[in-house]
C-alpha cells in the first residue's frame, strides 16, 4: 500500500489529452514539493516534472504538472504512442515512515 | 554528461552476502544526495535510503533499516548498496538516482537487477 494514491492505470486515444492523479497528506504532498516520473518498458525511470510543475531540460512541454493542497496532477496533451509507460509521482514525507514516498504508478496506454 | 553508472546484473544464493555500486560522473558528487529505489519484479518504486557523500550523512526508508547498508566511497565518487545475508524476496531490480534541491531525483543509474536463488 503506498503512501501516494495514483489510479492503477489511464488511457486515451493518441492525439488527446490525459491526467493522472496523485493524493497524500498534509506530511507529505501537502508540504513539500512533488515530482512526476516517466518510466518507459524495460527502461529506469526519467524525471518529467519536478517541484510541481517545473520540466526539466529536454522534456517537451505536452507535460504538466500541478499541485492543490494535498494532491497533485500531472498532465499529458497530444498523446503518442511513445507515451506508453508507467508514471509515478514522488515527494519528501516528513513523518516517521520514511523520507521519501512514491506513489503505485499509473499504467498509460494509448489506444 | 551527468551519469550514474551502476554495477551489472548479480546472481545470488540465499544467505550470501552482495554489495552493489553506483558510480557518479560529470558532477560533483559529494555535493547531491544519491538515493536507492527498489522495484520488484512487475511492482512499482520503493524509496530504501539516501547518503550524503559529503559527510556520509545516511537516511534508512524503515521498511530497509537493518535490511540493508548504505555507504559511500568520495574518493572514487561511489555509492553503495549492500546486503550481508540475501533472501530471495530482495530479487529485484535496484536503481541509484541523485537528488537535487525540492527532492526530486534528476539522474538515474541504469539499474542493477539482482537475482536470489537457490
Known amino acids: 500500500q503506498s503512501v501516494l494514491t495514483q489510479p492503477p492505470s489511464v488511457s486515451a486515444a493518441p492525439g488527446q489529452k490525459v491526467t493522472i492523479s496523485c493524493s497524500g497528506s498534509s506530511s507529505n504532498i501537502g508540504n513539500n514539493y512533488v515530482s512526476w516520473y516517466q518510466q518507459l518498458p524495460g527502461t529506469a525511470p526519467k524525471l518529467l516534472i519536478y517541484?510541481?510543475?517545473k520540466r526539466p531540460s529536454g522534456i517537451p512541454d505536452r507535460f504538466s504538472g500541478s499541485k492543490s493542497g494535498t494532491s497533485a496532477t500531472l498532465g499529458i496533451t497530444g498523446l503518442q504512442t511513445g507515451d506508453e509507460a508507467d508514471y509515478y509521482c514522488?515527494?519528501?514525507?516528513?513523518?516517521?515512515?520514511?523520507?521519501?514516498?512514491f506513489g503505485g504508478g499509473t499504467k498509460l496506454t494509448v489506444l | 554528461e551527468v551519469q550514474l553508472v551502476q554495477s551489472g546484473a548479480e546472481v545470488k544464493k540465499p544467505g550470501e552476502s552482495l554489495k552493489i555500486s553506483c558510480k557518479g560522473s560529470g558532477y560533483s558528487f559529494t555535493s547531491y544526495w544519491i538515493g536507492w529505489v527498489r522495484q520488484m519484479p512487475g511492482k512499482g518504486l520503493e524509496w530504501m535510503g539516501i547518503i550524503y557523500p559529503g559527510d556520509s550523512d545516511t537516511r534508512y526508508s524503515p521498511s530497509f533499516q537493518g535490511q540493508v547498508t548504505i555507504s559511500a566511497d568520495k574518493s572514487i565518487s561511489t555509492a553503495y548498496l549492500q546486503w550481508s545475508s540475501l533472501k530471495a524476496s530482495d530479487t529485484a531490480m535496484y536503481y541509484c538516482?541523485?537528488?537535487?534541491?525540492?527532492?526530486?531525483?534528476?539522474?538515474w543509474g541504469q539499474g542493477t537487477m539482482v537475482t536470489v536463488s537457490s
Open positions: 517541484d510541481n510543475n
Open positions: 514522488g515527494t519528501w514525507d516528513s513523518s516517521l515512515s520514511a523520507d521519501v514516498v
Open positions: 538516482a541523485r537528488s537535487v534541491i525540492g527532492g526530486a531525483f534528476d539522474i
